[in-house]
């Protein structure tokens, strides 16, 4: 089972949504708006995967923030500002088989698939 975690009117969520589908993956959906995002595992997938990648610095919510909350940005201040603003996270987030995948380009389809 793959948990996929996005916003539902993403275009790159569709995109995925309907790959899994087409490549007869199981998997859930789960929407930040409406379900939420839970801090711990927030914390495990900046454990797994580094708070840097996690992290969407080319976002409209990161260029809308302030300056002072963008400078010297720490792994603790990352954290806690995309718990309160889910879109700085780079999407979708997938949970497969214990491993954690962000993004989906080429590589990320070659590690859902492998």
Excluded at 11 to 31: I, Q
Excluded at 68 to 77: F, L, S, V
Aim: aromatic share 10%.
């Amino acid at each position: 089972m793959i948990d996929v975690y996005d916003f539902k009117n993403c275009d790159t969520c569709r995109k995925a949504l309907k790959w899994l589908s087409e490549n007869n993956f199981e998997h859930r959906f789960h929407d930040f708006r409406r379900d939420g995002l839970d801090r711990q595992k927030l914390g495990r997938w900046a454990a797994a995967r580094g708070w840097e990648t996690l992290l969407n610095r080319r976002s409209t919510t990161w260029r809308g923030l302030a300056d002072t909350d963008k400078d010297g940005i720490d792994g603790a201040q990352a954290e806690a500002l995309m718990a309160a603003h889910p879109a700085l996270i780079k999407r979708p987030v997938f949970e497969a088989a214990g491993r954690v995948i962000v993004g989906f380009r080429d590589e990320q389809r070659k590690q859902l698939a492998g």
